[in-house]
Structures are given as C-alpha cells and as structure tokens.
C-alpha cells in the first residue's frame, strides 16, 4: 500500500484543518487506516484510527472531541478533520495502514511521508 497525506498548513488556535491520505496500491477497503503525529524531539504519538469497516473511530485522549477520522473506501482515501486546534497540535501528521489497529506505531507496516502541521498561538 502507497500512501500520500497532504493537506498540512498553518492556522491559527482555534481554527481547523483537515488532512486527507490518499491510498493506492492494494485493496483499500482491506485495511485499517491510522494517523499518528510528531513534534520535534518527540516519540510519534497514535492520534485516531479506523478499521477496515469504517464506523466510529478511536482517539488519543488528547484529541478527543476535536478530531474526527473518516474514510471513504470508493476513493480510497482517509480524512482527519481537526477543529479547534491548540499550539499543542503543532506536528507532522502521519497516515498509516494495517489490516488491523493500534495505537502503537510498530504495529504499523504502511505509512505516508507526512504533512506538518503548524497552529499559532
């Protein structure tokens, strides 16, 4: 599975954005889709899966409530709408895909080059 995030930017705190990874390669449908983050000089945090079905997402205690993960499996394509962004979201953002979820990064064998993500205070 090829995977491209895009959608990154700057906003200001309390603004929104929302990111998209596009999926080629396999079957779509057949995996799960993940988003993880990394500040600088930090380890890469889980922040929202899906699996393969679709249905709600789970969240990083951090995020829950202003992010929401959806996927559309005709375009093969994962969304992260992110409202009401904090300073403290500033990250490269990161699309993964496996067969199944976890909120553990080497649990995951696909992942997108990333899409920074800057909020200003």
């Known amino acids: 599975v090829q995977l491209q995030a895009y959608g990154g930017g700057l906003v200001q705190a309390g603004g929104s954005l929302r990111l998209s990874c596009a999926a080629s390669?396999?079957?779509?449908?057949?995996?799960?889709m993940g988003w993880f983050r990394q500040a600088p000089g930090k380890e890469r945090e889980f922040v929202a899966a899906?699996?393969?079905?679709?249905?709600?997402?789970v969240y990083a205690d951090s995020v829950k409530g202003r992010f929401t993960i959806s996927r559309d499996n005709a375009k093969n394509t994962v969304y992260l709408q992110m409202n009401s962004l904090k300073p403290e979201d500033t990250a490269v953002y990161y699309c993964?895909?496996?067969?199944?979820?976890?909120?553990?990064?080497?649990?995951?064998?696909?992942w997108g080059q990333g899409t920074q993500v800057t909020v200003s205070s």
């Open positions: 390669g396999r079957i779509f449908s057949n995996y799960a």
């Open positions: 899906m699996s393969w079905s679709g249905g709600n997402g």
């Open positions: 993964a895909a496996d067969r199944t979820y976890s909120s553990r990064p080497s649990r995951w064998d696909y």
